[in-house]
């Protein structure tokens, strides 16, 4: 551990910092601070003796049992220069200067309002569904990148986005010496002319730190639940026209050091990167660790205003508590805001309480259903203005009608309230006006 000049600080709650003084706020604390021959409150360039610790889980505090944050919450902790340890980062954590003026992990509180057409699409949201799909992935042994389960993975999703009319793309993608693959679905829009993309992602691999590659990596939380997120987001969207494209993305390697991502987006054309109106980012959306349901989202200046559309959207479609952090670290969105494009993660509060990713233990028996769908609910309420309208695609078969068997028909119908409705035909008339008036009566044959 290296040595400092002492430092004098002051925690108090952020509603009561001093004007003027050098602080820095992290959740519902703010921290004041100058050298130790200064008084607190006078100006500063930099925050002497204080760091900032940005992590995944308690991946660092597991690593630095010894240190004791001078102030913790969750993914942020700041520390004393005393205590900065021999690395500045890895994949799972990263030590930085406190800078001041730096504001991470704060509660904010947008007007609500709710729009009838959004309200109706968000009722189409699909918990069994989700639930299907998450459950499948975590009964796999393993999704790490490197593996044949994680092609099974990749396998799974690209069959559920093209029944879904995705078109679909595999991508060969290098995790260290390895070779693994990022999985993309495309669906246009209706707008003519030139048109923006909103892009929808999540990794899909899974590891276990101290097992080793061929150890059980469930990965339910971390991240079956982002990547379940993207097939249910991706399977709402199916039922309506958009005025802008889609574009839904699962990474491999992200684990590894975001692999996936980052080849992504550096293979991707300048037209095609201007093109982008939003990124949204889903890594770990489904372990409730506080008492209150929490969010926290996560970007850029770059991305402020999406993070803005997702903090109204919370406000006024869920119960979520919504935070806030512009200190982007560790996950796919990175990639994207280095790059200038505006991407944000959306991820459970307090995620560092969560003690079961990265093992054996990540498993479905953590999850808390109720969490995932308020997320997903603000996610998909976001994406509306985004992809600009929401206008539904009504269904419609094949046929009017379709036999199952000698004499056997069944009906169906669109109905004048936009849903598809059936009845069966077994060789009697049948009084059909309960169809929307769609049509009247239907004889046999």
Not at 242 to 270: M, T
Request: net charge negative; charged share 15%.
């Amino acid at each position: 551990m290296s040595t400092s000049k002492p430092v004098r600080y002051l925690v108090v709650p952020t509603a009561e910092a001093a004007d003027g003084a050098k602080s820095a706020s992290v959740g519902d604390k703010t921290i004041l601070w100058c050298p130790a021959e200064e008084h607190l409150g006078r100006a500063s360039r930099t925050a002497p003796g204080l760091l900032l610790v940005t992590q995944v889980g308690r991946t660092f505090q597991d690593e630095h049992p010894d240190v004791t944050p001078l102030l913790d919450h969750g993914r942020h902790l700041v520390i004393s220069a005393a205590d900065k340890p021999t690395r500045r980062s890895n994949n799972c954590w990263r030590v930085e200067p406190l800078r001041p003026g730096l504001v991470v992990d704060v509660p904010v509180m947008p007007p609500a309002r709710v729009d009838p057409s959004v309200a109706q699409l968000l009722s189409a949201l699909s918990p069994t569904s989700y639930q299907a799909d998450l459950t499948w992935l975590a009964s796999l042994p393993t999704r790490h990148s490197l593996s044949t389960s994680f092609t099974a993975a990749v396998d799974f999703a690209a069959a559920r986005m093209v029944a879904l009319g995705y078109t679909v793309t595999r991508t060969p993608i290098t995790v260290g010496a390895g070779h693994s693959e990022n999985l993309i679905g495309d669906r246009a829009g209706t707008a003519p002319g030139p048109r923006g993309l909103v892009v929808i992602t999540a990794h899909l691999d899974s590891i276990n730190l101290a097992g080793g590659p061929a150890a059980s990596a469930p990965g339910a939380d971390d991240n079956g639940s982002g990547s379940a997120g993207v097939l249910e987001l991706g399977r709402l969207i199916a039922t309506r026209t958009w005025q802008h494209d889609v574009r839904l993305i699962l990474f491999g390697g992200e684990e590894e050091g975001l692999h996936g991502s980052k080849q992504y987006v550096a293979a991707l054309p300048p037209a095609e990167r201007a093109r982008i109106r939003a990124v949204l980012n889903m890594d770990m959306i489904a372990s409730k660790n506080t008492a209150t349901p929490t969010v926290l989202l996560e970007g850029a200046a770059v991305s402020s205003g999406q993070i803005a559309n997702l903090a109204a959207a919370a406000d006024s479609y869920t119960g979520l508590k919504v935070e806030t952090s512009l200190n982007p670290f560790a996950s796919d969105h990175v990639p994207f805001i280095n790059a200038g494009i505006p991407a944000v993660l959306s991820i459970e509060g307090a995620d560092s309480a969560n003690g079961h990713i990265h093992s054996a233990s990540d498993t479905l028996n953590f999850l808390d259903w109720s969490l995932a769908a308020e997320i997903l609910r603000m996610n998909a309420a976001a994406l509306v203005g985004w992809l600009g309208g929401v206008e539904a695609v009504r269904p419609r078969p094949a046929g009017p009608v379709v036999s199952w068997g000698p004499g056997q028909l069944d009906v169906f119908v669109v109905g004048a309230d936009a849903a598809l409705h059936h009845k069966a035909y077994d060789g009697s008339w049948h009084d059909f006006e309960s169809l929307g008036g769609v049509i009247g009566r239907v004889g046999g044959p």
